[in-house]
């Protein structure tokens, strides 16, 4: 057994970079091409502190068959959570768009992997239509000033006097906003959302592209955090208020109609928190202890109700996704919608990558990797948990064969593809 990870006996690793420290960034984005012959990643010089206004990002392109790296552009507006919203833009094949700015205006640039064309946009995306030709966006200057770690430093914030989400058109760069926050502030007003910062991330298109799914978050006047998930036509009409109990995190949809999300169910508890009883002051404990975000699932569970929901968009149901098996992590369906990769936060330093089957409930560990880097001045026992951290954040190739992640189990921030083909084939 390798002592930085183990891996289930069906199952191949390949890792597709070394030397510097390579990423991709977040889960829910396919990084590979159409036929799956170039793999996208972003290389960094430094792996222990949150990127800076000058830092650096090189914009690469893996041949998957002669396992050579080519550069085809940089970036300084790029994070490690998310890194530059990289990704292939429809129909997948030679066209590339992420997130770069010019002097500290926030924009982003189309490249094209054969004809070797660039193209300048004027605003940032965040979520890419499966038309290929429109975005959804936000202000990510005023997103790191919030919530540091997923906006970018060194790019000043939009002028337009109201924040919220953006529609944009990729080709043309024409950006209008379609929901602004003062508007889902006065939505259902709810009184545990009495703060004072605001904003929305997560924004994702549906498979269709007619809806997609956001989040709307708050930091309450006691210090915890309030989130709701919200649904919207493409145009930002037909608001729709999916789950307002207080706690969402990671969503993935499974097709049209249907979102999977960590969150809460509404709960005796979270009832008598909200009427300002006694767990009004455990819950903010709970939360500055950091209990919240790195805790158990299962443990999360038995105290206040967090477990996986998959949850009707159209009628705002839900139904519980792998309850007492599943804990909080970074999940996405297959290709066919039949399996669930997710990834779990670390316990004593080992982060594990698990396939899971909603109708089986058949519950497998892909592998398990150590979640510490190689130790240097800046590397502590809790870089774990920390800004810099390194999620596996899986990513399913487009024929549903295999899984890449990031990890810094050898040391370095890397790249790498599981082949769990096998386990598909042997499991149903």
């Given amino acids: ?11 191949r690793i390949a890792s597709q970079t070394n030397g510097k420290h390579h990423f991709f960034g977040y ?38 068959e002669t396992e050579q790296e080519e550069v085809i552009g940089e970036t300084k507006s790029w994070n490690w959570q998310q890194g530059c919203m990289l990704q292939w833009l429809p129909p997948y094949d030679e066209q590339v768009v992420w997130n770069a700015r010019e002097g500290e205006k926030q924009g982003a640039v189309m490249f094209n992997v054969r004809t070797k064309e660039t193209k300048k946009i004027s605003c940032s ?18 997103l790191n000033k919030v919530r540091e770690g997923y906006g970018y430093a060194g790019v000043a914030e939009e002028d337009e006097k109201e924040k919220g989400i953006y529609r944009i058109n990729i080709e043309t760069g024409e950006r209008r906003l379609i929901i602004s926050l003062e508007s889902l502030k006065a939505y ?26 956001f989040f709307h978050r708050c930091k309450t006047k006691d210090g915890r955090f309030y989130e709701r998930l919200y649904s919207a036509s493409s145009d930002g009409s037909e608001l729709r208020l999916l789950l307002d109990t207080g706690m969402v995190t990671h969503v993935a949809w499974k097709g049209d109609n249907d979102i999977l999300t960590w969150g809460r169910e509404e709960s005796a508890l979270v009832r008598i928190s909200a009427k300002g009883g006694w767990l009004k002051y455990v819950l903010p404990i709970y939360h500055k202890l950091g209990i919240s975000k790195f805790s158990k699932g299962i443990l999360r569970n038995r105290i206040i109700g967090d477990k996986f929901l998959l949850i009707d968009e159209m009628s705002g149901k839900w139904e519980k996704i792998g309850e007492g098996i599943l804990e909080n992590g970074h999940p996405s369906f297959s290709p066919d919608k039949k399996w669930i990769i997710t990834d779990t936060y670390p316990k004593k330093h080992w982060r594990k990558l698990i396939l899971f089957n909603p109708n089986s409930r058949k519950n497998i560990e892909v592998g398990k990797f150590y979640a510490l880097p190689k130790k240097g001045d800046n590397i502590s026992g809790s870089w774990d948990l920390s800004g810099m951290r390194c999620d596996l954040h899986p990513r399913w190739n487009r024929s549903g064969t295999a899984i890449c992640i990031d990890s810094v189990h050898e040391g370095a921030r890397q790249v790498y593809v599981l082949d769990i083909e096998n386990i598909i084939k042997n499991n149903g």
């Fill in 188 to 213: 259902k007003t709810n009184s545990q959302m009495n703060g004072e910062v605001h904003w929305v991330d997560h924004l994702e298109y549906n498979q269709s592209g007619k809806r997609f799914c």
């Fill in 125 to 142: 995306i965040y979520s890419v239509h499966p038309n290929g030709i429109e975005a959804l966006s936000l202000d990510f200057a005023y």
């Fill in 27 to 64: 889960y829910g984005t396919c990084p590979w091409n159409k036929n799956e012959t170039k793999l996208l990643v972003l290389e960094t010089d430094i792996i222990d502190r949150l990127p800076q206004k000058n830092d650096t990002a090189r914009v690469c392109v893996i041949n998957q």
């Fill in 1 to 11: 057994m390798n002592k930085h990870f183990v891996l289930n006996s069906k199952v």
